[in-house]
T-cell receptor, first 112, second 115 residues
């Protein structure tokens, strides 16, 4: 059974600071996805990474995928209060095209 | 184009009652997935349905839980004789196909509280 470990579990920072959160898998990712879930809402897909070593940028967010495809990081530059939320990584379960396995997430709070 | 609609957003039930959670997929989507988010845990897959068919229910508890996606109307997740441990956020997602290349779009969830 694949396990996705996310760290840190909680992160509270001031507006304007930079931060990095991590996602590690006990096995090679099939197709790593990062989501953000705002309080009281459902997860919203931010990015999908597939290729080892891949780097994707989404405005102030930079996603890196490890060469061995077992780890990933999400870096946010100059965090804003609107970045507050639960950041989740997920993988499509091995052998399944549709079944998503999620980590427990990093709860980010950006204080004004 | 409306997103995935779930209702009710909040549901309170007493132990032993039934809970019915509804999910209307995005327009044009015929594949529906249900996930459960327990406190302190990540989202966990429960069941995958297409219209009138259950494709994969490997994540569903063996008893008291059932799901359907009829030809007409929303998908329903039904929990009979609820217990306190059923308190959680239940999310529905939809996609136009189930081949893994399509994004699953999530609804805002139903928060079930069992008293």
């Amino acid at each position: 059974t694949q396990l996705l470990e996310q760290s840190p579990q909680f992160l509270s920072i001031q507006e304007g600071e930079n931060l990095t959160v991590y996602c590690n898998s006990s096995s090679v990712f099939s197709s790593l996805q990062w989501y953000r879930q705002e309080p009281g809402e459902g997860p919203v897909l931010l990015v999908t990474v597939v290729t080892g070593g891949e780097v994707k940028k989404l405005k102030r967010l930079t996603f890196q995928f490890g060469d061995a495809r077992k780890d990933s990081s999400l870096h946010i530059t100059a965090a804003q209060p609107g970045d507050t939320g639960l950041y989740l990584c997920a993988d499509r379960k091995g052998g399944s095209n549709y079944k998503l396995t999620f980590g427990k997430g990093t709860l980010l709070t950006v204080n004004p | 184009n409306a997103g995935v609609m779930q209702n009710p957003r909040h549901l309170v039930r007493r132990r032993g009652q039934e809970a019915r959670l509804r999910c209307s997929p995005m327009k044009g989507h015929s594949h529906v997935y249900w996930y459960r988010q327990l406190p302190e845990e990540g989202l966990k897959f429960m069941v995958y349905l297409q219209k009138e068919n259950i494709i994969d229910e490997s994540g569903m508890p063996k008893e008291r839980f059932s799901a359907e996606f009829p030809k007409e109307g929303p998908s329903i997740l039904r929990i009979q004789q609820v217990v306190r441990g059923d308190s959680a956020a239940y999310f529905c997602a939809s996609s136009p196909s189930g081949d893994g290349k399509n994004i699953q779009y999530f609804g805002a969830g139903t928060r079930l509280s069992v008293l």
